[in-house]
């Protein structure tokens, strides 16, 4: 029988041809074959269904760390809620995720990143606005409280005592705006209170009487994000702010100084440092950043140095300020290094006593490590305590 004879009888015949080209064929429909077919057409269907998949997970992050004290460490551990949604048949490999719900949680952890304890809880449904019903609440003794507002309160920015915790519910992560309400609240929680309706980088004063913050006129901000989307670069100007200074209980606001952004104040509490961010120069460059101390009635604003990042801390005993990259020295108008053993992580904080470091190591978001001034041991130069990672669920 030739090719197209056995071809022939293969289509009309219901069998197949063995690869030696015997003219033999065997029945194709048998009980195993169909058990084949059904298994299969079992297979897709499940799989196109997510059967035996992941429907959706927990994403979580840890930023914005700071010192409570000498011995515990305050951060932000943000958990956004995930559900999975799978394609069909030739979609089976296809799978897309949906944002339903971000919780952020105000903790505190000891030096090991262990016996992490919760102070507060801030939280949105339909984070991305897909058409749910969108809630914005805190979260106290298990009960919902709804916050009135329309933008999610994301904490970060902290600074404390031994009696208050002040903090910054930023709007978003970026922006030249940068700021949400400020808030002020005990070591364990308590009296939560807001004080500013829109600032950013707060920090207490050394007294704890007062809160130095940075606010931006809206109409500024809105001009320069506008300028920047357009041509791509930061406008003539620089980025807007000014400093502001308020009583703890919301009192009392006055403008310290214009422009002006960051500022941190210094341990006995009469001078602040800050930084002024540089805008373009007529000739197209970027013009340099530059660091300012005044006294924190508002007198004697004097610039230490140019090409500067903005400050973080200021040294216990006053000689020096914190900084990303390094420390800057008042009296020798030097920047100064950690040792080389030491790794300086991204947005450092200095611990009361001036040993620790904690921050983000560099090369990672969303993680949180800890460092010490001055090491010896290599082992010792810098700690992992928290790391981002991605929960699923199975079920």
Not at 181 to 191: C, F, L, N, W
Not at 323 to 333: D, P
Not at 385 to 393: D, E, P
């Amino acid at each position: 029988m030739n090719k197209l004879g056995r071809l022939r009888q293969q289509l009309v015949g219901g069998g197949f041809i063995r690869p030696d080209g015997l003219d033999k064929s065997v029945p194709r429909n048998t009980y195993m074959n169909k058990l084949c077919i059904l298994l299969i057409l079992l297979s897709i269907i499940l799989t196109s269904c997510g059967a035996g998949k992941p429907k959706g997970g927990e994403g979580i992050s840890y930023f914005g760390a700071a010192w409570l004290n000498n011995e515990r460490i305050i951060y932000t551990k943000q958990v956004e809620t995930v559900k999975f949604h799978y394609g069909w048949l030739a979609e089976v490999a296809n799978m897309t995720s949906e944002l339903i719900r971000i919780d952020y949680y105000i903790c505190t952890m000891d030096l090991n990143g262990e016996d992490e304890k919760i102070l507060k809880q801030f939280s949105v449904t339909d984070p991305k606005g897909g058409g749910n019903i969108r809630r914005i609440f805190m979260v106290e003794d298990g009960k919902e409280v709804p916050l009135n507002t329309d933008t999610p309160q994301r904490p970060s920015i902290y600074s404390c005592s031994k009696d208050l915790i002040v903090f910054v519910a930023h709007f978003s992560e970026g922006g030249a705006g940068g700021a949400g309400p400020i808030y002020t609240m005990k070591p364990d929680g308590s009296e939560l209170k807001q004080v500013v309706e829109k600032g950013g980088h707060a920090r207490l004063s050394p007294d704890s009487k007062l809160i130095l913050y940075t606010a931006a006129d809206p109409k500024a901000v809105e001009a320069y994000e506008k300028y920047r989307d357009e041509f791509k670069r930061e406008p003539p100007q620089g980025l807007p702010g000014s400093l502001w200074i308020i009583n703890i209980d919301g009192t009392g606001k006055r403008k310290l100084v214009e422009p002006g952004r960051n500022g941190v104040w210094s341990p006995d509490g009469k001078k602040i440092a800050y930084w002024v961010m540089g805008g373009i120069t007529p000739e197209g460059k970027r013009d340099y950043d530059y660091l300012y101390i005044i006294d924190s009635d508002g007198q004697n604003p004097t610039e230490l140095t140019w090409k500067s990042n903005y400050p973080l801390e200021w040294t216990q005993d006053g000689s020096m300020i914190l900084m990303e990259g390094g420390f800057y020295n008042i009296s020798t108008n030097k920047s100064v290094k950690l040792p080389k053993l030491a790794q300086l992580p991204i947005e450092p904080r200095l611990s009361p006593d001036g040993e620790k470091i904690v921050g983000e190591p560099k090369g990672f978001d969303a993680d949180i490590c800890v460092t010490y001034m001055y090491v010896t041991d290599r082992d010792k130069a810098i700690k992992l305590l928290k790391k981002t990672h991605f929960k699923r669920w199975e079920d």
